[in-house]
């Protein structure tokens, strides 16, 4: 089926519960929760400091400097979605800004996440409305050639299926599949519990060559200590 000029108005979303489990973690533990898979690439940032979002994905294909399919991915959010947005070829033009914002907002929106350019940087951090995109760049953009509204996606190297849960923090972005995302959430929250166990460990001045029993495999790789 040809992907351009889809709307598909009824998608699956994982669970509220397993996102709102989810949005309790940063990226870096769920990603590892995961596997080590499902992040975008590091070029992905905040559009302001401390931006953070987690929500249920509402996907966009993009032709280049056109952000017409965003007005039209506006009337299919509810609440707690985040837009992704990915792009049909390279580009950096600003496709979204503080009027599509407020416009997301109103419909529940809980941010977005997007392969390409943002601008009015001062407005989404006043508005507090959570942004990360590769680039910032005041160029506008046309409303003159279709894409479509929730098919899948590959967004900054991570491929995002409608309805899986995006989570994005000053670490970066990460995807989790809708079918798995309780089980992420379960995984992150026991790596979590593990970490603060080590934290604690840490903080008290014992090493992580003890923790993690490193000392076995370091003098079997050759490591001499020299006085």
């Keep these: 089926m040809n992907q351009l000029g889809i709307v598909k108005r009824h998608i699956e979303r994982a669970s509220a519960a397993a996102a709102k489990e989810l949005s309790k973690f940063g990226v870096a533990t769920i990603h590892e929760a995961m596997g080590r898979i499902g992040l975008m690439k590091p070029e992905m940032r905040p559009a302001f400091p401390g931006a953070r979002l987690c929500g249920t994905a509402v996907t966009v ?18 609440p707690g979605d985040v837009v992704v947005a990915a792009c049909t070829a390279e580009s950096s033009d600003g496709f979204f800004g503080d009027l599509l ?18 601008r009015d940087v001062k407005e989404l951090r006043e508005m507090g409305f959570p942004v990360f995109s590769r680039a910032i760049h ?3 953009t046309v409303k003159a050639t279709l894409g479509s509204v929730n098919v899948p ?13 995006v989570i994005a923090d000053e670490d970066g972005v990460v995807v989790v599949p809708a079918a798995i ?19 604690v460990r840490l903080a008290a001045g014992e090493l992580g060559l003890d923790i993690y029993n490193m000392r076995p495999s370091l003098a079997k790789a050759g490591l001499r200590y020299i006085d």
Excluded: Y
Excluded at 101 to 114: D, E, K, M
Excluded at 153 to 165: F, K
Excluded at 181 to 196: F, M, P, T, Y
């Design 61 to 78: 294909l993009l032709q280049p400097g056109d952000n017409w399919m965003l007005h039209v991915a506006a009337e299919q959010l509810t």
């Design 101 to 118: 914002a407020t416009s997301f907002r109103a419909r529940g929106g809980a941010g977005l996440v997007i392969d390409g350019g943002v």
């Design 138 to 140: 005041a160029r506008g």
């Design 153 to 165: 996606v590959v967004c900054s190297g991570a491929l995002v299926n409608p309805g899986d849960v």
């Design 181 to 199: 995302a309780q089980q992420v959430a379960n995984a992150a929250s026991e790596r979590e519990d593990k970490e603060a166990a080590k934290r």
